[in-house]
């Protein structure tokens, strides 16, 4: 069955998922790197970045199920990057590089058109301007009989969670204080909207938990 | 050194110390009691409700830590019990039976006068009427060179928290989640209060976060 999942969504003890003053220097905002530290080592995100090696169990198990069976991908403009408003050039191409970690279509909601970028290895931006239903459609359509994956930033999901769009989140929550920055959950009751805590684990650096209905 | 601290502080994934709708039957608020899970099997809690045996690891060493060293306490007036408002009569002496878990003097926070109630085992309890501030002089006194605990509920930890008078907090992040309740750490920003993690240990059931100064 093809699901809507958030997955590796990392999470500060006070409820932040990015710190503030996201910039081409702090992509995650200040501070927000903490909260990814559990994934750094594993060996699906070394493997990922071109590097041998790398750790495996829990946190391992957690990033690769991330990436398991995913056939579309849809991201909110700021996690594309750090401009605003209209694109003033075609320049910017995403954070990751000529070959990002993506290997599937990636739907960009944003209010300002953009013709589609083709990146290397299967890769293909979309930008989407009429709406986060209307990206899930996009989405679902690409993906097929695989899972889209809402990858973030903190606000997209929290728009695709209120809209109960959302099948499965894993939240790995670090322990991390940011102070400020983009609240994860705050604000959204997730009982109502039908979840629960249906798994955890703790690894060294993380507690990993799936909410789903 | 004598420190004020919040220990063995229950957090859902959602980030609420409690549940809604707190009454007689549910101390902790509706689903409340899933932030303490992990506490109910270990050694400490169960030889405080006079049971034997008990689990040691992580959890207990946890739990004993809490009450290591404690000279005196604060409550909320909700933490003392559900009865709201003046008090009709003296016949609430608190959740714990005649010989609560506190063995030393408990300054209860609350707008309506009463005399200090003496329960077995060497807790008293004191009622406070003027403020966060008088109380904790009081309790600061009545501990000598032992810490001061301020026990809860989360209203009370965030008062303490904002004031800048706490120096540890205790969370012990659950895999539960709530929907709504009573939040204890949004809206405060404990980075900018000085506060960093500075130890978290993960066991089966939940992480265990030391925030400090």
Known sequence: MSNVKVASFGMSIDGFSAGPRQSLDNPLGVGGAALMQWVFPTRTFQQMHGEGGGETGADDD???RGFANVGAWILGRNMFGPVRGRWTDESWKGWWGD?????????????????????????TFHFI?????????????????????????????????????????????????????????????????????????????????????
């Open 99 to 123: 070959e990002p970690p993506y290997h599937t279509p990636v739907f960009v909601l944003t209010h300002h058109a953009r013709n589609p970028i083709e990146m290397r290895g299967g890769t």
């Open 129 to 213: 301007t009429n709406g986060i239903h209307a990206a899930l459609e996009s989405a679902k359509k690409a993906a097929g009989d695989c899972d889209v994956r809402i990858g973030g930033g903190a606000d997209t999901v929290r728009q695709y969670l209120q809209a109960g769009l959302v099948d499965e989140v894993h939240v790995a929550l670090s322990p991390a204080l940011l102070g400020q920055g983009e609240a994860l959950l705050s604000g959204i009751d997730l009982t109502a909207l039908g979840f629960k805590c249906t798994e955890h684990v703790t690894s060294r650096h993380a507690m990993h938990v799936i909410l789903s209905k």
């Open 62 to 64: 957690f990033a690769a």
